[in-house]
């Protein structure tokens, strides 16, 4: 299946013919037609007549879901509502494609992989890297860099890690040469090659000697301080001639890799000539750091399995469930549920030059993303026929938070933020990063895995700072201003909901909490203004709030 | 009586105690709606009354030694050997024991600690080690095991008590686990710090509107409930209702080290792992049934012998004052303290002057729960290479420590997709621990 053959060139012919792609410079594949591809596929592959799909989710569920997964935010109440009346048949697509235009799309994306990454951190000093990081791959989504481009940029950067966001993973590794090794196969290719560092890979074809033969391209490449007057940094730096020629001290170039030798640790052990473990393409021992990581980053961007890596990691999380299983251990000894599927889906993906707002388009065209959530399915049932409640990130929440309490970023007194400013820059003032402590997690995780926990209960529920910014006193606050806009009980319901939900109370829904507002004005001291706090407390505390749908 | 299913026990601990139902019951047995106001009144029960109930039962400490520590530094030094490096050993107070010189606070409550020396196992990658020691078994893909922990609060926790049943102390500890397929009330609630309380536990709103919240809260999520969300509110119900017990609890106090003397911080020491060890004891003396505190740092491929003397510093007083305290207060009978680490480190010292991973012969030490002190098990060769006497795989020291705690390990769970999983798979008791 894989051209081993040490001529690259050939190498790349071979596996050009195995993918059947398109060249690249054609017109991209039309999105709405891959779509309709990818559904017959996963019937024919998966459902028949006695299959229960769930139907179609309708417009508000849509529009927040769509939100969510593109710009990382809930809508505002008067969106949802423009697009629930919008008679237009193509209205789920044009919104998607306008959402993609949003900067927040960049902002949104950068933030998950920044998370990606720096949840494999070695050690907490490579978070100096993540500012940066999390810029520059904002700027990258946004201008539509192709996938390929930014996986080469991440795998050939050298720089200050303040700098260059392309440095981040080789800094959240410490530049070690066998933990940016896995690390790379893992986030671009999806394979597990990690664990052949010790043993031959146990469930898995890789033997020790192809990540030791992988990890040679990376050697020459080191991280260290920098300083200046005014700033302490570090720098991922190359060096083609280190004076070590031998046991390569943490984070410092050596001249070639040396596999060690189990037995005998003291052995200077096995020097290894960069091969690249999927097609056997190698390069000679003595070439330069710039042309191994370069010529590695062709040959990672060119193969089957970066394709895959990428579409099975963005449909698990758009669809809520992956083609495999794990999104970082795919490969050819995994099952894949749906295989001509997701084939069909990364050879397109390729074919429009790794075009990552094109692969969210498709997907968000297909039935599969369009079905209405229910919950996680049980393992022996039929995968894809529906979408998944999927638990908000840490930045999704807390933007949600901001948006539905019109709170500034910056934790100012409260006012009316910026659309255009708002979420865009990470100042220390923001409560921001305190929040991702509290509520983030890897998104590489499966999502069942992610369990939520009782301080993160107890911070939404109990925290004075969400206390504080829920009170309807004053003009100061998202509450306190509706409570003097609008006067009919009905409407500020429907409001409320419509702002935390996106969508419009069911009628038990409105009863329940009329009858709510009703028994607090009557049976208690309460002021009016205190029932509504306390339905929007329940609002926001609700999981309905906390997950996309 | 050996009742196996959790609900059951769970139930027949509260009647016995004379509790009209535990918290954890009561949340699968309420029906939806009023669940909430009707709980807050079982929760005052509960407080009045759970002083004469607490500090029953066995509880569990595990200290965890992240990075794999090195047993030629802590509790198997070789001195005659080459391998043993610059490390020498100390007599203890038990005769004919000798540990490393680093530790000489533990040397004098020798006679409580039981030192495993013939641990072995195949496994040394960080990850999938620190797995297996926590859960007993590798991760395997589709099977969502509980940690030990989880087991543990799952099979003795204390119903009655009002703290989460399982606690650990420290943060980032991949690998670790929760609750798997025993669910999120299975979890650990993890503290970042031990020197930090959990926060927010302070009522922000009256306990009257608290309550009409949690009321309105609970029937608002109803639809979501019957959809799509049944298992996200399931959890979180179980969760809320958690945080809520605990929050009103007056043992809440256990958290704050403040409450302590400044002799017994003092005797404790300095550093977050000394205050993880009070607070351990703390927690266990209200009632906690497991608890875990991390020390950081112990993966010495370089400079293994000034970095393992320093890290020695942070463990050795702590653990020793740790066994004294639990047993001045008289409940070292019931309390197991397991000190151990994802695997040792290499015979050989390589050119850095550091030890790499090594889990074919590695050291654990046990106290407590009633082994018997003041002894070593099994034994490597001079070179430190082998196990050369009784050796320790991962299930046997997993079957002893449950049955140290009164859990019968062959008992069996059934996984999310319905296959039985036996607490451990396979291993014996270490006998000579209640000899």
């Not at chain 1, 940016?180 to 890979?201: K, N, P, S, W, Y």
């Not at chain 2, 299975?186 to 959990?198: E, T």
């Not at chain 2, 112990?298 to 020793?320: E, G, K």
Request: charged share 25%.
């Amino acid at each position: 299946m894989y051209c081993l053959l040490e001529c690259p060139q050939i190498a790349v012919a071979c596996f050009a013919t195995f993918l059947l792609t398109i060249p690249v410079a054609q017109a991209k594949p039309s999105s709405a037609r891959v779509a309709r591809q990818v559904d017959n596929v996963l019937a024919v592959a998966l459902f028949d007549e006695s299959t229960s799909l769930a139907p179609r989710c309708d417009d508000a569920t849509y529009i927040r879901r769509v939100w969510l997964d593109t710009v990382g935010d809930i809508p505002p109440p008067e969106t949802v509502l423009e697009f629930v009346i919008d008679p237009s048949a193509k209205k789920r697509k044009r919104d998607v494609r306008k959402l993609l235009q949003n900067p927040h799309y960049g902002k949104n994306w950068a933030r998950y992989w920044r998370d990606v990454i720096f949840y494999r951190r070695i050690e907490d000093r490579a978070l100096l890297a993540s500012p940066a990081m999390v810029a520059d791959l904002t700027q990258r989504f946004n201008n539509n860099v192709g996938w390929d481009k930014i996986a080469t940029e991440f795998m050939t950067a050298t720089g200050d890690v303040r700098n260059n966001g392309g440095t981040a993973i080789l800094m959240a590794q410490a530049a070690m040469t066998e933990q940016t090794t896995a690390e790379v196969a893992r986030i671009f290719l999806g394979l597990q090659i990690g664990c052949a560092q010790c043993h031959d890979h146990p469930y898995d074809r890789w033997k020790r000697e192809q990540f030791h033969e992988l990890a040679a391209f990376f050697p020459r490449v080191g991280v260290r301080p920098v300083r200046t007057d005014t700033k302490r940094s570090f720098e991922i730096y190359a060096n083609n001639s280190p004076k070590n020629r031998r046991a390569k001290a943490k984070g410092r170039p050596q001249r070639e890799h040396f596999m060690p030798d189990l037995e005998n640790p003291k052995a200077p052990g096995t020097r290894m000539q960069p091969k690249f473990f999927l097609t056997g393409a190698s390069l000679p021992l003595g070439t330069s750091d710039a042309e191994r990581r370069q010529q590695l980053a062709r040959w990672f961007t060119e193969n089957r399995w970066f394709a895959t890596a990428m579409v099975n990691r963005m449909w698990s999380e758009l669809v809520g469930e992956g083609f495999y299983e794990s999104v970082e251990d795919i490969g050819p000894e995994r099952q894949a549920k749906a295989p001509t599927a997701i084939r069909l889906l990364s050879n397109q993906f390729r074919a429009s030059g790794y075009d990552l707002k094109w692969l969210i388009e498709t997907i968000c065209q297909t039935n599969a993303y369009q079905r209405e959530s229910r919950p996680r399915r049980d393992p022996k049932d039929i995968p894809f026929t529906a979408n998944v409640p999927q638990r908000l990130r840490a930045d999704q929440l807390f933007t949600a938070l901001v948006s539905v309490l019109e709170i500034d970023e910056k934790n100012l007194p409260p006012r009316r933020r910026k659309p255009s400013q708002a979420g865009l820059v990470d100042t220390r003032k923001s409560a921001r990063p305190a929040f991702n402590r509290l509520f983030g997690y890897d998104p590489s995780v499966a999502r069942e895995d992610v369990a939520i926990s009782i301080p993160q209960t107890l911070a939404l529920m109990n925290g004075l700072q969400v206390n504080r910014v829920i009170r309807g006193t004053g003009k100061n606050t998202m509450l306190g201003r509706l409570l003097a806009d609008v006067a009919g009980e009905e409407a500020l319901i429907e409001e409320l909901y419509l702002r935390c939900l996106s969508r419009e109370p069911t009628s038990s829904e409105r009863s329940l909490a009329f009858a709510y507002r009703n028994e607090i004005v009557r049976d208690t001291n309460y002021a009016r203004r205190m029932a509504y706090e306390d339905l929007l407390w329940a609002l926001i505390n609700s999981t309905e709030f906390q997950y996309r749908k | 009586m050996k009742v196996s299913n959790p609900l059951q026990r769970h139930m027949q601990v509260s009647v016995q105690q004379g509790q009209v139902v535990s918290r954890r019951d009561f949340l699968r047995h309420a029906s939806v709606a009023g669940m909430t106001a009707s709980t807050l009144n079982i929760t005052d029960v509960l407080s009045a009354s759970t002083e004469s109930l607490r500090t029953r039962g066995m509880a569990c400490i595990l200290l965890w030694m992240q990075g794999g520590p090195s047993q030629f530094e802590t509790f198997a030094p070789k001195p005659e050997h080459e391998n043993g490096g610059e490390t020498r050993a100390i007599g203890t107070n038990v005769s004919g024991i000798q540990i490393a010189e680093n530790m000489p606070r533990c040397a004098q409550v020798m006679q409580d600690l039981a030192v495993l020396r013939s641990l072995t196992s195949r496994e040394g990658n960080h990850q999938r080690a620190t797995y297996l020691l926590h859960h007993g078994y590798l991760p395997l893909g589709g099977v969502k095991f509980p940690t030990l922990g989880a087991h543990v609060a799952d099979q003795i926790g204390n119903a009655a008590c009002q703290l989460p049943s399982y606690v650990r102390v420290g943060g980032r500890l991949a690998n670790a686990g929760g609750g798997g397929f025993l669910g999120v009330d299975y979890d650990p609630l993890v503290l970042q710090s031990a020197q930090k309380p959990p926060a927010n536990t302070k009522l922000t709103t009256s306990a009257q509107r608290t309550a009409r919240r949690l009321q309105l809260l609970n029937s608002l999520q109803d639809d979501f409930a019957a959809s799509a969300g049944a298992q996200i509110v399931a959890d979180q119900r179980k969760l809320v209702q958690q945080a809520m017990t605990m929050i009103r609890s007056p043992h809440m106090e256990a958290f704050d080290l403040q409450h302590e003397p400044q002799s017994m911080r003092d005797a404790y020491g300095e550093g977050e792992f000394a205050a993880g060890c009070l607070l351990a004891r703390r927690l266990v003396e209200q009632g906690v049934t497991f608890v875990e505190v991390s020390l950081r740092g112990w993966d010495t491929h370089q400079d293994n012998f000034s970095r393992t003397r320093q890290l020695a510093a942070q463990t050795d007083q702590p653990l020793a004052q740790l066994i004294t305290d639990l047993k001045q207060r008289g409940m070292l009978d019931r309390t197991l303290v397991i000190w151990m680490g994802e695997f040792g480190r290499t015979p050989r010292i390589n050119p850095r002057g550091g030890r790499d991973h090594y889990p074919k012969a590695f050291s654990g030490v046990l106290a407590g729960g009633g082994i018997q002190g003041g002894q070593v098990i099994g034994r490597t060769n001079s070179a430190g290479a082998e196990v050369v006497d009784r050796p320790i795989g991962v299930n046997d020291l997993f079957t002893t420590i449950y049955h140290t705690l009164g859990i019968d390990a062959r008992h069996e769970n059934t996984s999310r997709i319905g296959r039985p999983v036996k607490l451990v798979d396979g291993g014996e008791v270490v006998q000579e621990l209640f000899s």
